[in-house]
């Protein structure tokens, strides 16, 4: 396996990742539907952030997995930068398999090489065992997270 920056012709495995997903399922575009250009506006967007990084893991040529990094400044915390983690997802034939694992710990070495004090990160509530596993590699539930549409 290894773990590389997503390209531009990832998307498509990267968006089945993301429907690979009961909750997913119901949030993307549907499965062996084309994408909507959104997908590829969304991904030179972030490609062209510099604070932003989007993985992959491949596996024999195949992407298992992905994540979205994004390094936040803040004048909080002696104006301390942290790293925000986002849409870590591994394909479900893949899971338990160290990939998770390893995609966390690329993005804790990216937070301590843009010297961040905290790498943080969301869950939605109905994500058990998310929880447990980013519970064992040491991420404590400290804040009650809340979204709303605009």
């Given at each position: 396996?290894?773990?590389?920056?997503?390209?531009?012709?990832?998307?498509?495995?990267?968006?089945?990742?993301?429907?690979?997903?009961?909750?997913?399922?119901?949030?993307?575009?549907?499965?062996?539907?084309?994408?909507?250009?959104?997908?590829?506006?969304?991904?030179?967007?972030?490609?062209?952030?510099?604070?932003?990084e989007l993985v992959v893991a491949e596996e024999d040529g195949a992407v298992?997995?992905?994540?979205?990094?994004?390094?936040?400044?803040?004048?909080?915390?002696?104006?301390?930068?942290?790293?925000?983690?986002?849409?870590?997802?591994?394909?479900?034939?893949?899971?338990?398999?160290?990939?998770?694992?390893?995609?966390?710990?690329?993005?804790?070495?990216?937070?301590?090489?843009?010297?961040?004090?905290?790498?943080?990160?969301?869950?939605?509530?109905?994500?058990?065992?998310?929880?447990?596993?980013?519970?064992?590699?040491?991420?404590?539930?400290?804040?009650?997270?809340?979204?709303?549409?605009?």
């Amino acid at each position: 396996m290894i773990l590389r920056r997503a390209r531009r012709e990832d998307v498509p495995a990267i968006v089945g990742l993301l429907q690979d997903d009961f909750l997913g399922a119901a949030r993307e575009a549907p499965k062996g539907a084309p994408l909507p250009e959104s997908y590829y506006a969304a991904f030179d967007e972030i490609e062209a952030d510099p604070r932003a990084e989007l993985v992959v893991a491949e596996e024999d040529g195949a992407v298992v997995g992905t994540m979205h990094l994004t390094v936040l400044p803040h004048l909080s915390a002696k104006g301390s930068r942290s790293l925000q983690l986002e849409n870590v997802h591994v394909a479900s034939s893949r899971r338990s398999k160290g990939i998770g694992k390893a995609l966390i710990e690329w993005a804790l070495e990216r937070a301590r090489l843009q010297g961040c004090a905290r790498v943080q990160l969301t869950s939605n509530k109905l994500r058990k065992d998310a929880h447990r596993f980013y519970a064992r590699l040491g991420f404590v539930a400290s804040h009650e997270g809340m979204k709303r549409a605009p």
